[in-house]
């Protein structure tokens, strides 16, 4: 398991949460996305569906905080 503090973020592929220093990375229009693995990587950027999904829920989230 990650150390106490460690900022852990969602692979948006399978839903692993990794070590942010130790994620893959991919940037998209201004947003970062992070992978466990160089197979979720490329199958995020070789699926257009799931990557416009990924997006999506970003900007959801994004309306979310400014309502609140």
Known sequence: ???KG???VRD??????VDQA???TVRRKGEMHYFC?????????QDRELEVNCLMQT???LRADIVE
């Open 1 to 3: 398991p990650p150390a």
């Open 6 to 8: 460690v900022p852990l």
């Open 12 to 17: 948006p592929v399978c839903g692993t949460y």
């Open 22 to 24: 130790r994620a893959l």
């Open 37 to 45: 693995s160089e197979n979720c990587r490329t199958a995020f950027q």
């Open 59 to 61: 900007e959801e989230r």
